[in-house]
């Protein structure tokens, strides 16, 4: 079965603290994203990664940064957390097909950060 | 990229009852996707129409599209306890690297 690996299901971290949110995935996907859900929000696009090294910034990149040092795995850095950023984070990969367009995405079972 | 809305926000039916959302996009598209969310969980991918598609079946899922009035609808037939789950469209443009989805139909069964 393919698989999208995030390395917690539940983190909780104090504010100010830098926090690494890491996702692996076994099938060579070439796109990795990261999401945040919050209730009544739905989800919201952090940042995506189409290659190894290659990012670009979603919806919502404020407080946030990504590293893809290799195809597998992306990581998400919260360079110093703060309450607001209290969510379930979601990472999801996808294959390509055609002019970079978007085939079906591949998600983790999600991550629950509560900052205090 | 674009996002789909989903409709209605919420639906509560009876179990063994068909269960319609309906998802409206604003630009052309390559494909739509619907993918189901548990409770606390990572989506699922449910099914994937093209635009050249006008209807698609999945076991109990049915999609259609309507590229002319920039729709789409997922009907579950025959609804179980189980199907309880947020439900989420996604239309994808032609070079639509990134997928950004709604805040999806709230779907309760209820035993």
Redesign the interface.
Known sequence: DVKVTQSSRYLVKRTGEKVFLECVQDMDHENMFWYRQDPGLGLRLIYFSYDVKMKEKGDIPEGYSVSREKKERFSLILESASTNQTSMYLCASSGMVGVRTNEKLFFGSGTQLSVL | SQQGEEDPQALSIQEGENATMNCSYKTSI??L?W?RQNS??????LI?IRSNEREKHSGRLRVTLDTSKKSSSLLITASRAADTASY?C?P?????????????TRLFVKA
């Open positions: 390559n494909n996707q993918y606390g969980r990572g989506l699922v991918h994937l989420f996604a994808i443009n032609t070079g639509g690297f990134k997928t950004i989805f709604g805040a999806g």
